[in-house]
């Protein structure tokens, strides 16, 4: 299995260099978002890549593109990768890149929570409410919610948490009809993906979208969408209310990390022991094929 941890490439400028994915500028209107094999755990990039990771993320996220087209415009530009860099620089871009739109990008992480877990469980047992949103007392960890709730995040700097914040904050951010246009969409995203995955018996517990203003400023779905990296996946056959069910993602490094006492959580990372490798890759993998009924070839 081939793994890339950093993508240089000489015909194309770097544009910005994320925790997970690289852009590169093609020209005033397009750029290529390679993915990488980077893996992130509390805002800690690891030394060590995950085999595959990148391209399994890249084929997930244009699957979704695909079934939510309807929903709201993607970046996705339908222009080949392979087709923008040099023919000795197209093995390195072929299957995990995706040439898109350059777009204004909105200073928010548009959250969408169906159950209670994560840090809108943790704000929940402090507050009784997740991002402002009041919650019904005596709730458990895991809960389904009644419907699901838009709860958004700034976005942070490489190495810093995300913030959660109230829509009142939100719409103070980027406006108030923006703001309630990116709620109804994200929900909308959501509800229809939730709706796909329980058939193929997968829980979306929570995700984050992300949107940019096109040229237009029509509100258009960019970066990634629905993956194992921005999403929690649940196997509906495991879940129970009341722990945290297992998940399609990185769970298991996440884990093994909380396991070691001596690590404050701060770059430089541990290093990883090689069965935390392989099984993480494997969950990305099974995370693929449970949910778009395809098998992985690599």
Known sequence: MSTVFE????????????KVRENFGIDDKTMLIVASDRLSAFDVILDQPIP???????HMAQFWFDILRDVVPNH?????????????????????????????PLPIEAVVRGYLIGSGWK???????????????????????????FTPATKAAMGEHDENIDFAT?????GKDLAEQVRAVSIQLYTKASEYAARQGIIIADTKFEFGLDENGTLTLMDEV????????????????????????????R???????????????PQL??????????????????????????
């Open 7 to 18: 993508t240089h490439l000489k015909t194309l400028p770097l544009l910005h260099r994320g």
């Open 255 to 269: 884990d093994y990390l909380e396991t070691l006492s001596d690590w404050n959580k701060k770059a430089p990372a």
């Open 76 to 104: 996705l530009t339908g222009i080949r990768p392979e087709t923008v860099v040099a023919a000795d620089e197209a093995e390195m871009v072929r299957g995990r890149s995706m040439v898109v739109k350059k777009l204004k």
């Open 226 to 253: 629905l993956t194992a990296d921005s999403s929690r996946f649940w196997p509906a056959d495991q879940y129970q209310v009341g722990i945290s069910p297992p998940s399609f993602d990185k769970q298991f490094v």
């Open 170 to 174: 939100m719409c103070d951010t980027i």
């Open 273 to 298: 022991p090689q069965d935390i490798i392989d099984k993480t890759a494997a969950k990305y993998r099974q995370a693929y094929e449970v949910l778009t009924g395809q098998v992985w070839l690599g």
């Open 52 to 58: 595959e990771k990148g391209m399994i993320l890249t």
């Open 123 to 149: 704000d929940y047992q402090q507050t009784g409410a997740v991002c402002g949103i009041k919650l019904p007392s005596g709730m458990q960890m895991a809960a389904k919610l009644a419907e699901p709730i």
